[in-house]
């Protein structure tokens, strides 16, 4: 049987542990820490803004407030400029609540749009990695973050990057709008899809495998209700 919250926090609220944060070179805080304490969970879930499409911010915005819209989808930024190069954000026009609910042929676009803004954030010159990812816990309309990470900074790797943001110094207006413009004027061209990769010889020897992110990253908070 599924473990209900009840059950989840009988079993583990005395029995919290503490991952040896100490040893992570992209935690970005030092000194003594412990967890906090785990509340007993509520009766629901907390509503979402713009629930069922009611009061919803994104299916009121305006076209305007977007640097780039097509039929079926809207990418929009931050209010000010981040610690990170750019931080996006991709709606769909419609309202929908989480990927699942997305019909076929949006989920579909969906993918190829993913990658095609990917690609626009990459070039950003400078730009190392552009993470994907999913936080839906704000805003009820349905949503994706791209978080441009800085090259050449192992410490700010991972899902540690959304919480760097809030720490890093926000990037002179003139900077950001510049590369908000590389997104906007990569976008606005035909889309193009990279050649295919050479397929790796199986004689090669590989890397040494990356550990895994040790921590998902609370979604940005300067997305206030997103």
């Given at each position: 049987?599924?473990?209900?919250?009840?059950?989840?926090?009988?079993?583990?609220?005395?029995s919290?542990?503490?991952?040896?944060?100490?040893?992570?070179?992209?935690?970005?805080?030092?000194?003594?820490?412990?967890?906090?304490?785990?509340r007993?969970?509520?009766?629901?879930?907390i509503?979402?803004?713009?629930?069922?499409?009611?009061?919803?911010?994104?299916?009121?915005?305006?076209?305007?407030?977007?640097?780039?819209?097509s039929?079926?989808?809207?990418?929009?930024?931050?209010?000010?400029?981040?610690?990170?190069?750019?931080?996006?954000?991709?709606?769909?026009?419609?309202?929908?609540?989480?990927?699942?609910?997305?019909p076929?042929?949006?989920?579909?676009?969906?993918?190829?749009?993913?990658?095609?803004?990917?690609?626009?954030?990459?070039?950003?010159?400078?730009?190392?990695?552009?993470h994907?990812?999913?936080?839906?816990?704000?805003?009820?309309?349905?949503?994706?973050?791209?978080?441009?990470?800085?090259?050449?900074?192992?410490?700010?790797?991972?899902?540690?990057?959304?919480?760097?943001?809030d720490?890093?110094?926000?990037?002179?207006?003139?900077?950001?709008?510049?590369?908000?413009?590389?997104?906007?004027?990569?976008?606005?061209?035909?889309?193009?899809?990279?050649?295919?990769?050479?397929?790796?010889?199986?004689?090669?020897?590989?890397?040494?495998?990356?550990?895994?992110?040790?921590?998902?990253?609370?979604?940005?908070?300067r997305?206030?209700?997103?």
């Amino acid at each position: 049987m599924p473990e209900t919250p009840e059950q989840l926090y009988a079993r583990a609220s005395e029995s919290l542990r503490m991952p040896p944060v100490e040893e992570w070179d992209t935690f970005p805080f030092d000194g003594d820490m412990h967890p906090r304490t785990l509340r007993s969970p509520l009766a629901r879930e907390i509503p979402r803004a713009g629930e069922g499409g009611i009061d919803c911010r994104a299916c009121a915005a305006l076209d305007t407030a977007y640097i780039w819209t097509s039929d079926n989808w809207r990418l929009c930024t931050t209010v000010n400029p981040t610690g990170l190069p750019v931080i996006l954000i991709l709606e769909p026009r419609a309202h929908y609540g989480e990927p699942g609910d997305l019909p076929d042929d949006l989920a579909s676009e969906l993918g190829l749009l993913q990658a095609r803004i990917e690609r626009a954030v990459r070039t950003i010159p400078e730009v190392g990695r552009v993470h994907v990812c999913r936080w839906g816990d704000g805003s009820e309309h349905l949503h994706w973050w791209f978080l441009a990470r800085p090259a050449r900074f192992p410490q700010l790797i991972g899902s540690f990057a959304a919480i760097w943001d809030d720490i890093l110094p926000p990037l002179p207006e003139g900077t950001w709008r510049e590369n908000l413009a590389l997104v906007s004027s990569a976008l606005e061209r035909p889309p193009v899809s990279p050649p295919p990769q050479l397929e790796r010889s199986k004689s090669r020897p590989s890397r040494e495998p990356s550990p895994p992110a040790p921590h998902r990253a609370a979604r940005p908070r300067r997305s206030g209700t997103r």
